[in-house]
């Protein structure tokens, strides 16, 4: 531009040449200035391209239910945020409750039931361990002539021995017991036997019968032992009938 263009547009031409070159001078100074470039009517110069080159940047979207969140990677790591409505996204969840949900109650929680295990107890079996004494008649009526007391008939429960004993009848007033065990002798007991008004069998005797209860306690695969005692009247000493020293033994089996 020159210094006539310059006075041109100012509109004074006959201003001397010293006054325009310090015009011009303040002009070139002011040559950035917004307000200086208005008054010459002349547009700023364009901005040179700068000589770094950017990289593309780098975007890392977010979209959660309410908003998304635009990151963009440059080199201030600057954040950006945007709304999911300026997306055309919806900012709110709508979830509709009928009455019928609200009236059902909730149900308990069901727990397994244990299955009970049926505990079944056993009850011993008695077994007696000896032949009935009177299976042979002729044979117990010789032993009967040589002894005052024997053991007739026995038999056996779950819970009971029961039988019948024979003693000969050489006084009124007798006393026939049965010594029992359960624990191999380190307990007994003397059960009395009950007069049986009944006349049958050898003459000159007397039948007596007996009933005893097992206990529950009693230990299976054991044995039950036993033998009978006679104490006629007058007498003092008791008469034994122990199955020729051996005990008559019942065995305790498992059902």
């Not at 547009?9 to 001078?25: E, I, K």
């Not at 007058?234 to 065995?251: E, H, Q």
Request: proline residues 7%; glycine residues 4%; hydrophobic residues 35%.
């Amino acid at each position: 531009m020159t210094c006539a263009n310059v006075m041109s547009r100012l509109g004074s031409p006959a201003m001397p040449v010293t006054v325009l070159s310090m015009d011009l001078t303040i002009g070139f100074r002011c040559r950035n200035s917004p307000n200086f470039n208005h008054l010459l009517r002349v547009s700023s110069p364009k901005p040179l391209r700068p000589c770094i080159a950017r990289h593309p940047a780098l975007e890392y979207s977010h979209s959660p239910s309410t908003a998304l969140i635009t990151t963009t990677k440059t080199s201030r790591r600057r954040k950006r945020v945007a709304f999911a409505d300026s997306k055309g996204l919806s900012l709110i969840t709508v979830r509709l409750f009928s009455e019928k949900e609200e009236t059902i109650p909730c149900e308990p929680l069901k727990m397994p039931r244990l299955k009970k295990l049926n505990c079944v107890k056993v009850t011993p079996r008695l077994r007696l361990g000896f032949d009935q004494p009177c299976i042979d008649f002729q044979s117990f009526r010789s032993r009967m002539q040589e002894n005052m007391v024997l053991l007739e008939s026995c038999k056996v429960t779950n819970h009971s021995v029961m039988g019948t004993v024979r003693v000969r009848n050489v006084c009124f007033e007798k006393a026939v017991h049965i010594r029992i065990t359960f624990d191999t002798w380190r307990s007994y007991l003397d059960v009395p036997c009950t007069f049986l008004d009944q006349c049958y069998g050898e003459p000159g005797t007397d039948v007596f019968e007996f009933n005893i209860t097992v206990p529950k306690q009693i230990t299976p695969r054991g044995w039950v032992e036993f033998c009978v005692s006679y104490l006629p009247g007058g007498f003092s000493d008791a008469v034994w009938d122990n199955n020729y020293a051996k005990n008559y033994c019942i065995y305790v089996c498992d059902a």
